[in-house]
């Protein structure tokens, strides 16, 4: 076995596996994202074992061509360089992580949500289970429970980026209420709007109202009341309405709510997407900017099957073949050593438009043992600090909040330093005299 291993063909074979490996993930990193790079390469199995066959090969390699001396200095150089790089790749695959931070303008936090999604199952006798959720292979996750009256089994049928929030009318539902939901812009951001029973939400100054108890028969000063009369909705407020067609409505006066036009109430503008009596709140996938991550669960009982979504950071109860489960999609937390304030969100736009060319957040970072630090964070000027890399990557739509990625990799140094040692290795074997290099040097000299 050592004989085989100790060859400088299977050196070369698994540094050339090795490299296009790395060239792949690049690839899939910078065209997908990071999270399929580490699923489908960097955190594989086949790569560690390329990468320990690696040194295993270059460690025996290293012995048998006696490298340990000063002519051979630069083939020692470049094969330890190698070694390294991969033990620095082993270091990140098993202790590295990346997460995300969220912060708004004043707020401190120490603690980030890791990149990876978990789904946890319990029954009513508060036995639980939970396993990781790939969203690039489905099949990768099936929890199996075992009841009294039989076995019941949980898959992933499909993973979500987007999903928005749809009201289905279930008048037999118990918990079904009558519910409003809205599309509302103030010129520069758009957010969606729920309004349930005798709810009160104040929009920019702007009251948005769902009277029942009252039917809206008063409506104080700059808002706007919804309620159901004879089977319809209808909407009446204290500032005057305009529609997309040019129609006015005076202030308060009752009239009857279009779902799908677009109305103006001050400096907002709103359009009724659901108007409902006895509804529901489930879920469904878009392709436009969603509110929310989730998977399509498909959970088998011994007589029934249910298809069901299941929306991140929410509690889901689910009834089957007189089951009852509770599940929840969650990211695992990290605290990190220090603590992370934002001071100040900026953006820059491009002239004459509203695109953004760049957007910064100035942080203060303190920690118990060391002096704060103050810095800068953008897109191309990501902040290291105590080992942890903080990278800028999104902002809350109203611009007072910064969401960054924290990324920690014990390897990278170790990584930096095999690729500076093969450098100088490949440097010193221009200089060295038993190189192919120099011979090919000399007779050209000598010719």
Known sequence: MIKIFSSMGWALFF???????IAVATFIEQNINTTAAWLYVYGSHWLEIIMVLLIVVLIINLFKFKLFRLAKLPSLAFHF????????????????????????????NDSIFLEKYY??????????????????????????????????????????????????????????????????????????????????????????????????????????????????????????????????????????????????????????K?????????????????????????????????????????????????????????KQSFKLPFSVRLDEFSIQRYAGSNSPSSYFSKVGIAQNDKADLSATISPNSPLDYDGYRLFQTSYDKDELGSLLSVSFDPGRRLTYAGYTLLCLGLLLNLFNKSSRFQSLLRNGLNN
């Open 15 to 21: 540094m050339l596996i090795f490299a296009i490996s």
């Open 274 to 330: 659901q108007a409902l009596q006895k509804a529901v709140k489930s879920w469904r996938q878009t392709q436009a900017n969603g509110e929310r991550d989730g998977f399509l669960l498909e959970i088998k009982a011994p007589n029934n099957t249910q298809n069901v979504w299941i929306v991140a950071d929410d509690e889901t109860e689910i009834f089957i073949d007189d089951y009852k489960f509770k599940l929840r999609a969650f």
């Open 119 to 272: 789904l946890k199952i319990c029954d009513l006798a508060g036995n639980c289970k939970k396993d990781m959720v790939n969203e690039y292979d489905n099949s990768s996750f099936f929890i199996k429970m075992q009841l009294d009256k039989g076995k019941v089994h949980f898959k992933i049928k499909k993973y979500a980026k987007s999903l928005e929030s749809v009201f289905i009318p279930n008048a037999e539902n118990i918990d079904a209420k009558d519910t409003f939901s809205f599309s509302i812009s103030n010129g520069i951001n758009v957010a969606p709007l729920e309004l349930f029973e005798n709810e009160s939400v104040d929009i920019d100054g702007v009251l948005f109202k769902f009277d029942k108890s009252q039917n809206c028969s008063y409506v104080p000063d700059n808002s706007v009341c919804f309620g159901f009369e004879d089977g319809g909705a209808f909407v009446r407020s204290s500032l005057e309405l305009s529609l997309l067609n040019s129609t006015t409505i005076a202030p308060n006066i009752k009239t009857r709510l279009k779902t799908g036009e677009l109305y103006r109430a001050g400096g907002l503008t709103f359009v009724p």
């Open 81 to 108: 360089s190698f070694i390294l790089i991969a033990f620095g790749a082993l270091i990140t695959r098993y202790f590295g992580f990346e997460g995300s931070l969220h912060l708004r303008i004043n707020e401190t």
